[in-house]
């Protein structure tokens, strides 16, 4: 089996040479003169429109009919009815203690993942990297995952000045307090705080 990805962007020189290899079912390695037969199947991947990269004469419209056997379809990841259950298994698959919080879920599950499930690979990994436990929280996660959200974060993470006002004053500006409360360290508060210009009152006396 050959995977052939990105065809759509192979230049038109290489999609000839292709299309005479699919043709033919043998090459002639580099330096030989006997032909050696091919047992081969082509699986090819693109992101391209192939039949407008063939109205634009970027790509040929024979190799584009010896290639398209049968075509599946594979939509982006922000579009999977499924996000959630691929998101535990991914996770399960590097280390199976690890957990998402609820908030956590939310946050991943509206973003729209342009890198679509490498990307989803690479924010996992740096969260479990971040995580001083085996639960994962929004603050554990890489920034730009909340940068095109679709959807709030849930509340309780506090991660609003005026939520996190109300808590902190509740507690009488009491950082550990309201840390142990919301079930973060008191760094992931002090960071809250500076993000959204608060600071802990005077003390009287």
């Not at 030989?32 to 047992?39: E, F, M, N, S």
């Not at 009919?65 to 594979?74: E, I, S, Y």
């Not at 982006?76 to 957990?99: G, V």
């Amino acid at each position: 089996t050959l995977f052939l990805d990105e065809i759509g962007d192979m230049p038109l020189e290489a999609q000839t040479r292709l299309l005479r290899v699919l043709a033919e079912r043998e090459i002639t390695p580099v330096g030989g003169t006997r032909a050696q037969t091919l047992d081969i199947r082509v699986i090819a991947a693109t992101h391209c429109d192939l039949k407008d990269r063939i109205k634009r004469g970027l790509f040929r419209e024979d190799l584009y009919f010896r290639l398209n056997g049968a075509v599946c379809t594979m939509p982006p990841l922000r579009e999977r009815q499924d996000i959630e259950w691929l998101i535990d298994k991914l996770l399960a698959q590097r280390d199976s203690n690890s957990r998402l919080t609820p908030e956590a879920l939310a946050a991943l599950t509206a973003y729209s993942w342009p890198g679509n499930i490498r990307e989803l690979i690479h924010a996992l990994d740096y969260a479990r990297a971040l995580a001083s436990s085996a639960e994962i929280g929004v603050d554990d996660l890489p920034e730009h995952v909340f940068e095109s959200s679709q959807q709030p974060i849930a509340p309780a993470s506090a991660d609003d000045a005026a939520t996190l006002r109300h808590r902190l004053q509740a507690n009488d500006w009491n950082v550990s307090s309201t840390a142990r409360q919301l079930g973060v360290d008191r760094t992931t508060i002090h960071r809250r705080m500076r993000k959204h210009g608060l600071s802990l009152p005077p003390r009287s006396g």
